[in-house]
């Protein structure tokens, strides 16, 4: 079984202030995981995924994550946020292994940029 | 282009009354999946298909039934529907689960 849990439903910050959003996951066998953004009316995009190797990982729009193996984690930081950054962001797990296709996302974060 | 479309963008409906929502991908993907997003439990997995005639469980797949008879397409059906599947419901695609998933633009089901 896998789980993740997103621990901020809401994160308010004002424009260029840093942020990061944080995920924590549970599996049985080894991960992959992944970001995704969604803004508003809009379908889901991918920010960035974490496979194998360097443990930190850089995505689209300034953002990077960093996997974390002994806290179960892959938290979202950005240093310098702005007004378009204002969505919603889901963390998302895959475990690798026998049940090859499934793929777990988190409860989202609101992340909202204020002037 | 490539995309992912979903039919219908939109849809009411009654209780029990049998619906389908459909889902093509132009991209020559094998793997597609089924979505329900809903305000505080983010996203969750109904079913997916690794390729044609191969398809699996999610989290929540009581209700719910696909076939993948073509690669490109990938219907949700809803044998009858209950007011608890009201939702907006996303397909995706890509070419395997470790690739970047395509989101199609979502539907808003509403059963009465």
């Known amino acids: 079984a896998q789980s993740v849990t997103q621990l901020d439903s809401q994160v308010p910050v004002f424009e260029e202030a840093p942020v990061e959003l944080r995920c924590n996951y549970s599996?049985?066998?080894?991960?992959?995981l992944f970001w995704y953004v969604q803004y508003p009316n809009q379908g889901l995009q991918l920010l960035l995924k974490?496979?194998?190797?360097?443990?930190l990982v850089k995505g689209i729009n300034g953002f990077e994550a960093e996997f974390n193996k002994s806290q179960t984690s892959f938290h979202l930081r950005k240093p310098s946020v702005h007004i378009s950054d204002t969505a919603e962001y889901f963390c998302?797990?895959?475990?690798?292994?026998?049940?090859?296709?499934?793929?777990?996302f988190g409860q989202g974060t609101i992340l909202t940029v204020h002037p | 282009e490539a995309q992912v479309t979903q039919n219908p963008r939109y849809l009411i409906t009654v209780t029990g009354k049998k619906l389908t929502v459909t889902c093509s991908q132009n991209?020559?993907?094998?793997?597609m999946s089924w979505y329900r997003q809903d305000p505080g439990l983010g996203l969750r997995q109904i079913y997916y298909?690794?390729?044609?005639?191969?398809?699996d469980k999610g989290d929540v797949p009581e209700g719910y039934k696909v076939s993948r008879k073509e690669k490109r397409n990938f219907p949700l059906i809803l044998e009858s529907p209950s007011p608890n599947q009201t939702s907006l419901y996303f397909c995706?695609?890509?070419?395997?689960?470790?690739?970047?998933?395509?989101f199609g633009p979502g539907t808003r089901l509403t059963v009465l």
């Open positions: 991209m020559n993907h094998e793997y």
């Open positions: 974490y496979l194998s190797g360097s443990t």
């Open positions: 298909s690794m390729n044609v005639e191969v398809t």
């Open positions: 995706a695609s890509s070419s395997d689960r470790t690739d970047t998933q395509y």
């Open positions: 998302a797990v895959s475990g690798r292994g026998t049940s090859y296709g499934k793929l777990t």
């Open positions: 599996s049985s066998v080894s991960v992959y």
